[in-house]
C-alpha cells in the first residue's frame, strides 16, 4: 500500500512540476481493473456475511433456551410420569441444541474475523490502486493521455463505484449477505482472466506509468526493469521498462488452482489467503 502511495506522490509532483513523461507505454485494461473491484466488492461482504451467520445462531440459542424453559415448566407440572419424562426429554433435547449452537458462535468469531480482516485489506489495496489510475485517466472531455481505458478511450468511470470498486465513503454493510459464488468459486476467482492486462493498439502508447527510468526525475521508476512489483493486493505482476512494448502487467493465474476448494500454500499471498478465509466463512454451517 505504501509503494502505491508514493507512485501516486510522485505522479502529482511530475505533474506539477511539468516533467511528466511522454506517454509511450500502455495503459492498463479497464476490463480487467473492474474484474478486480468485483472480487474486492465481494470479499468486502465478510462482515455482512458473518453478520447474517452470527444472527441465525443467536436465534437458535433464544428458541432452544426458550423451548427448554417452557419443557421444564410442563414437566414439573405434567399430571403423568409419562408425559413428564416425555417433556423432560424435550427439554434436554432444546438444551443440547442451545449449546451446539452457542460452540457453534464461539467457532464463528475467529474465522468471522480472519475474513473480515483478509478480505477488507485485500479489497482496500485492489480499490487504492484502482481510483490511482482512475484519478490519473478521467475527464470528460477526449484525452491522449491516459493509464486505464479501453483501447482507444480512457474510462469513462468518473468515480470509484463505477468501476464496481467498493466506495470509500460508504460505510454500511451491504444488503447482500452471501458471496457471489460466481466471483468466489471452488475453483478459484472463477471470473478473472489471467495473463496480459495491457492495453493493445492507440492505447500501447497512452501511458508512463509503466516505462522505466535510469534513476531521473522524469521517468516514475528508478530502474530500466524493476523487478518483483505487484499491485492490487498481489493480484497484478508488474516489469516495468524503458523500451516501449517491453513492459508487462499480468494479472496473476487465480481463476483455478484450488486442491478441494482451497488454494494450498497460500501463506504470503493475500489474494490467495482472503480466497480461502472467504470460503471458510462462506462454508460455515449454521445447521444445528
Known sequence: MSAMRAARLVLLLLAAEGKKAAATHAAFKDSAITQLCEIGTNLAKAPAVALAKYKVLTGA??????????????AASAAGENTSTLFKAIALAASECGAKATQAIQTLGPIAAT???????????????????????????????YC??????????????????PSFEDITLPDDVAYDDTVISATGFEKLIPGSIKQTGAAATKCVFLKGGADTSSVLWRENQPRGIKIMAGFVDLAPHETANSEAATMATLNSGTTN??????TGNAAKTAFNTARELNEFSTDN
Open 61 to 74: 440459542t433464544t428458541a432452544a433456551r426458550a423451548a427448554e424453559m417452557l419443557s421444564n415448566q410442563a
Open 115 to 145: 475474513a473480515a480482516l483478509t478480505g477488507g485489506k485485500v479489497a482496500g489495496g485492489i480499490s487504492e490502486m484502482a481510483e490511482l489510475l482512475r484519478q490519473t485517466s478521467y475527464k470528460s472531455s477526449a484525452a491522449s493521455n
Open 148 to 165: 486505464l481505458g479501453t483501447h482507444t478511450a480512457p474510462t469513462h468511470a468518473s468515480k470509484l463505484s463505477e468501476l464496481g470498486c
Open 261 to 266: 476448494g482451497w488454494f494450498p500454500a497460500a
